[in-house]
């Protein structure tokens, strides 16, 4: 792995060190179609999102369309061209069919024994991660990622902070990713399931639920601060934006779930998907690159919806009531948890109208939450939203709530 790193390194040279500072703050869209850069630029966003495809870009196992490398390099120039800089997203959310085929002890394996390839087991595999940064290291060598300002990272489907989603709808015990031969070989109590109130012949104790619980989670982070280290190992010294979908569950769902054994409680579905922020964020990097992006803006969450952040929720997130907690909004939740935990740096992003539909007013709720979160960047979801008359989302809008804000030229 040393080697194959040095190798990447080699590859990428001295990878996001070009263009300006971009100031406090800086504002883009997720999708952002080539054709419209220059005049998003002229409107004061500075951001442009450049999307890599890992399935379309290595179609087969070492042999990598040249065409499509191509395509993404042309918009990669537009986007430069046009002033803005790049975010972008390898796309191991979108991984080729062939890594399950060579690898088929390594994807993701549940309780029931029920597998899913829907994204790179990079959590408990070594070979996956020997293949991912195998492909890193060709998307640096054919796309020119060296003028990439900031990389996106995650686990999950969404490319975000989470385990891959569960297989089936309905289940009371939640899924629970950390039964194939990798992470069994990792895991403090092998064989153990949730449920399951003996181990081996003895009771298997909450201290012990809550064990193997916390390791589950650790293995997630690490798994982000694995891709953290791999693109340092290239040379990147750009942000790196670690995204952090919803509010997951709070410190009542775990103790709720340690007691039942991880099973049958109300918020056992995030349970099984790690998305417990208030455990998590806290063991990610904390390196000046590393950005905590809520994706969470107006997603409609919190009484009042949408609420925003106040000077002193990172000093009560650790010991405010359930149900203050509950009526905070997701974005609040989480800046609150990861300013507590020392990031500096926290960005945002609206959760999109798959999530929340858009309607009049949802700028201004999505730039009141920015402000008083002291958000630094801010992503809108989707480019297209901004140009299909889509209420509330219109570019005009957008730069009207951005001109005040965006820094620099």
């Known amino acids: 792995m040393l080697a194959l790193l040095t190798l990447v390194a080699a590859a990428f040279g001295t990878l996001g060190r070009d263009g300006r500072d971009p100031g406090p703050h800086a504002f883009g869209a997720l999708q952002t179609a080539p054709e419209r850069a220059a005049g998003e630029y002229a409107r004061g966003l500075r951001i442009a999102h450049l999307q890599v495809d890992w399935g379309r870009f290595e179609p087969e196992r070492g042999v990598y369309d040249e065409g499509y490398a191509r395509e993404v390099r042309d918009r990669l120039r537009a986007f430069l061209d046009a002033g803005l800089r790049v975010e972008a997203g390898l796309g191991l959310n979108h991984p ?26 990079v959590v408990f ?30 686990i999950d489907e969404n490319g975000e902070f989470a385990y891959p989603r569960a297989v089936s709808d309905g289940r009371d015990t939640g899924e629970f990713w950390a039964y194939d031969r990798h992470a069994q070989a990792a895991s403090p109590y092998p064989g153990w399931r949730p449920g399951e109130r003996t181990y081996r012949g003895a009771p298997f104790t909450e201290d012990r639920v809550a064990r193997w ?6 293995a997630l982070a690490d798994a982000v601060n694995w891709e953290i280290a791999l693109l340092a190992e290239l040379g990147h010294t750009g942000p790196v934006k670690v995204l952090v979908p ?11 779930a340690v007691a039942g054994r991880l099973v049958g409680t109300r918020s056992i579905g995030l349970v099984g998907r790690g998305v417990g922020f208030f455990r998590t964020l806290g063991l990610l990097d904390h390196g000046e690159r590393v950005h905590v992006v809520t994706t969470a803006l107006v997603d409609g969450t919190g009484e009042p919806r949408d609420n925003g952040c106040r000077a002193e929720d990172a000093r009560r997130v650790g010991a405010a009531p359930d149900a203050t907690l509950r009526s905070w909004s997701s974005a609040r939740y989480v800046v609150a948890v990861a300013r507590a935990e020392g990031f500096d740096r926290i960005d945002g992003e609206s959760a999109g109208q798959q999530v929340a539909a858009y309607g009049p007013g949802v700028m201004t709720r999505a730039f009141r939450q920015f402000d008083a979160c002291g958000l630094g960047d801010l992503m809108w979801a989707f480019d297209h939203n901004l140009y299909d008359g889509t209420p509330g989302s219109s570019l005009a809008e957008y730069a009207a709530m951005v001109r005040p804000r965006a820094a620099g030229p």
Do not use: C, K, M
């Open 96 to 121: 080729p069919e062939w890594l399950a085929e060579a690898h088929p002890d390594s994807v993701w394996v549940n309780q029931f024994g029920e597998r899913s390839t829907a994204v790179p087991n």
């Open 125 to 154: 595999s070594d070979p996956v991660r020997g293949e991912v940064a195998a492909y890193v290291r060709r998307v640096g060598e054919r796309i020119g990622l060296d003028r990439v300002w900031a990389i996106r990272l995650g």
């Open 213 to 218: 619980y916390d390791w589950y989670l650790g």
């Open 246 to 256: 919803g509010a997951g569950f709070y410190p009542s769902d775990r103790a709720a």
